[in-house]
C-alpha cells in the first residue's frame, strides 16, 4: 500500500517516512505543494500526509485542488498551525483529518488506519480470495480465520495480489506497488517474498494460492473447495 507524504522538513520528513515504512507501506516523499498536488493526481496513493505550510503552493491549496480535480484521496493534514480556524480551513478545504506538530506516531498510524479503513480511494480495506482474508487496514492475514504472521513486505505483495484475484498481475506492477519509487534493486526480488508467502499459506494449510504465470507475474488463485458428500 503506497502513500505519499508531502513535507518540506527534510529531518521530520526521512523520519516519517523511515517509520511508515517500517509500518508496512510504500512511502513517496517530496517537499513541495506543486509536486504534492502533481504526485497525488498521477498514482493511486492509499492515502496523502500533506504539512500545510509548504513552498510553492501551501497545503489548504493542495487540497482544495485535489478535491476540484475529483480526486477522492484520503487526506490527513499535518501542520505546525494548531489554531481551530486552521483546522476548520483544513477541513473546508477537503482534508479528512488534522493532526498538529508535535503529534504522537503511535496517533499518526492510528488515524492513517482508520482513513485507509474508510476506503475513501474507493479501494477495499478487506478483501478475501476463497480461505484467505487480507485485511488492510489492520495489516492482517489469515486463513480460515487463524493469523498468519507475515513481514511488512509480505503483507504487500500479498495485498496488491489480493486486489486483483484471479488475474495476473506483472513483477513490475507489484514492485511499484509495494516498494518506493527511489527503490533502485532488482525487480527478481519479488520472487524472494513470494516464495516466503507460499511457504507461510502452505504451512497454514490454505486453498488460497499464488500461482506463476509465465512471462508475467503471478496470480492469487481461491484454490480447489473440499468436496462434499451427498447422501
Wanted: net charge neutral; proline share 5%.
Amino acid at each position: 500500500m503506497r502513500l505519499l507524504l508531502v513535507e518540506d522538513e527534510p529531518q521530520l520528513a526521512a523520519s516519517l517516512a523511515r517509520g511508515l515504512r517500517a509500518e508496512g507501506y510504500a512511502v513517496d516523499v517530496v517537499g513541495d505543494g506543486p509536486s504534492g498536488l502533481a504526485e497525488a493526481q498521477a498514482l493511486p496513493y492509499a492515502a496523502v500526509v500533506l504539512d500545510l505550510m509548504l513552498p510553492g503552493m501551501n497545503g489548504f491549496r493542495v487540497c482544495r485542488e485535489l478535491r476540484r480535480a475529483g480526486c477522492p484521496v484520503p487526506v490527513l493534514v499535518l501542520t505546525a498551525k494548531n489554531g481551530e480556524y486552521d483546522e476548520a480551513e483544513a477541513l473546508d478545504c477537503g482534508a479528512d483529518d488534522f493532526l498538529a506538530k508535535p503529534f504522537s506516531y503511535v496517533v499518526l498510524t492510528a488515524r492513517l488506519r482508520a482513513l485507509i479503513r474508510r476506503g475513501g480511494a474507493g479501494r477495499p480495506a478487506r478483501l478475501a480470495v476463497g480461505d484467505l482474508t487480507v485485511d488492510a487496514a489492520a495489516r492482517r492475514c489469515a486463513v480460515g480465520g487463524a493469523e498468519v504472521r507475515l513481514t511488512a513486505k509480505e503483507f504487500g505483495v500479498l495485498e496488491c495480489l489480493a486486489l486483483r484475484p484471479g488475474e495476473a498481475v506483472p513483477k513490475t506492477e507489484i514492485l511499484d506497488a509495494v516498494w518506493d519509487t527511489a527503490f533502485r534493486g532488482d525487480v527478481n526480488i519479488v520472487e524472494v517474498y513470494v516464495a516466503a508467502l507460499r511457504r507461510k499459506l502452505a504451512a497454514a494449510s490454505a486453498r488460497a494460492a499464488i500461482e506463476t504465470v509465465r512471462g508475467t507475474g503471478y496470480r492469487l488463485s481461491p484454490g480447489r473447495q473440499p468436496l462434499t458428500r451427498s447422501g
